[in-house]
């Protein structure tokens, strides 16, 4: 399975770190895909935050987190991090991760075939 922690209650200005672990039959698919993070707040679409290519050399970010927020991958470990720095109450969404259909990662949902269960993040002004 693919699970995401990390999440919590923090203050405007603050920093979290998720991770994304998988586990079982998803081992080897998370080391050799891109994978993404997305997040969800109420009453909104998912939305896509950030994605690694399978080597992490490839990273695109969204125009809302760019220069704050950094995905990086231990393959070693089968983990794929989220470093939110300098977080704002709209960063507050249930953030997903998810494992692409192939090894470069994408900004479009329907590229992803594989989601954890989100976890909670929320910044309080």
């Known amino acids: 399975q693919l699970q995401a922690s990390g999440g919590g209650l923090v203050q405007a200005g603050d920093s979290l770190r998720l991770s994304c672990a998988a586990s079982?039959?998803?081992?080897?698919?998370?080391?050799?895909?891109?994978v993404g993070w997305f997040r969800q707040a109420p009453g909104t679409e998912r939305e896509f935050v950030a994605s690694t290519s399978w080597r992490g050399d490839r990273t695109t970010y969204a125009d809302s987190v760019k220069g704050r927020f950094t995905i990086s991958r231990d393959n070693a470990k089968n983990i794929v991090y989220l470093q939110m720095d300098s977080l704002k109450p709209e960063d507050t969404a249930v953030y997903y991760c998810?494992?692409?259909?192939?090894?470069?990662?994408?900004?479009?949902?329907?590229?992803?075939?594989?989601w954890g269960q989100g976890t909670q993040v929320t910044v309080s002004s």
């Open positions: 079982g039959r998803f081992i080897r698919t998370i080391s050799n895909n891109g």
């Open positions: 998810a494992v692409a259909r192939h090894a470069i990662g994408s900004s479009r949902r329907q590229d992803y075939n594989y």
